[in-house]
């Protein structure tokens, strides 16, 4: 897997021939998340984004489902284990199968042709969740820095109450220690699940994560026990079942450790495709750096993390593959 930053210089360098060379060659996979194609569509020269659109869909590419699909399924895996009575009887099918047309298949067929649209929809709603994790961002690299806090391992830092802990944080949790992805992940599926979830039809918010969810859970029913909704997450779920939703948390804990970039929330993103891979390769240092830690906490196994010169004097592919040789 590839960083945007590559795939901008291979499309740059019109490089795309050579570069599918050298990973036959190699007898390499290459995967392509549809987060790098998102990225990639809110470029604002249309000449140099079709460019790097081409040199994504052209060739031998193993399309993955979008991140929302891939972390639902490891919720719905452990709603199965863990709390079976809220499965639908009839498991939405239709809807999911559409929905996965859309993201391995009709997305990337319009952007080949045209990415206008796309690019124009980015655009439009992209700033806004944005700017709210960089600002979310920034204020916990503040709390980090001013209180000395030791971010590592990873597996280690955990979340208790405070007298001041407003009582829905509290609803199915004791409030004693529990590990922090847990916390997270719990609050920003309540929110999408229960509080989007539930007022969309009038509001019209984006409910990604319901609808691949609400395909074979029953939304009702979980809506109807919120309290064995936080116990599901604060005490049951296992991190090892859910690795993409660990990494999520956790990439986006450690690059509030680092400088703040706009480009955290989509390379936290891109973090979500790590186990569908063996390697990812970037030229950005800071998020290699990231990961790598990332990685050496993990409680499982994703990509090995490699970095490339970002050096564009020298030919991308001949980048690539040093990259690759050293690991």
């Avoid at 284990?81 to 391995?104: E, F, I, K, V």
């Avoid at 009702?220 to 859910?242: H, K, L, N, P, Y």
Wanted: with cysteine; proline share 5%; net charge negative.
């Amino acid at each position: 897997m590839l960083d945007t930053n590559l795939w901008s210089s291979i499309g740059d360098e019109e490089a795309t021939a050579e570069f599918n060379a050298e990973m036959a060659a190699r007898g390499v996979a290459v995967v392509t998340p549809p987060s790098i194609l998102i990225e990639v569509a809110r470029l604002p020269v249309a000449a140099a984004r079709q460019r790097i659109i081409t040199a994504l869909t052209t060739g031998h590419r193993v399309r993955l489902r979008t991140e929302a699909a891939l972390e639902a399924a490891e919720i719905i895996a452990e709603a199965k284990r863990l709390r079976p009575h809220w499965l639908r009887r009839m498991p939405d099918t239709g809807r999911t199968a559409s929905l996965d047309t859309y993201w391995t298949k009709k997305l990337w067929r319009e952007a080949a042709e045209d990415s206008t649209r796309i690019h124009e929809y980015q655009v439009e709603t992209y700033h806004r969740p944005t700017d709210y994790l960089v600002a979310k961002q920034k204020e916990q690299r503040k709390a980090i820095l001013e209180t000395d806090f030791n971010v590592r391992p990873l597996t280690a830092i955990m979340v208790k109450s405070e007298p001041d802990t407003p009582e829905e944080y509290l609803d199915g949790w004791s409030g004693e220690p529990v590990e922090a992805w847990r916390i997270e992940s719990w609050h920003v599926y309540r929110y999408n699940l229960f509080t989007v979830g539930g007022r969309a039809a009038l509001t019209r918010e984006d409910t990604t994560r319901a609808d691949w969810v609400g395909a074979y859970l029953d939304l009702r029913i979980m809506r109807s026990d919120t309290a064995d909704f936080g116990r599901f997450w604060t005490q049951d779920v296992e991190v090892t079942r859910m690795p993409r939703n660990w990494l999520r948390w956790a990439v986006r804990f450690v690059q509030s450790t680092q400088k703040i970039g706009p480009g955290n929330p989509a390379d936290e993103q891109h973090s979500a495709y790590l186990p569908d891979c063996d390697v990812f390769v970037s030229a950005d240092a800071r998020y290699i750096t990231a990961l790598r830690q990332v990685r050496a906490d993990a409680p499982f196994e994703f990509a090995k993390p490699l970095q490339s010169s970002g050096d564009r004097s020298v030919p991308v592919t001949q980048r690539i593959a040093e990259a690759l040789d050293s690991a």
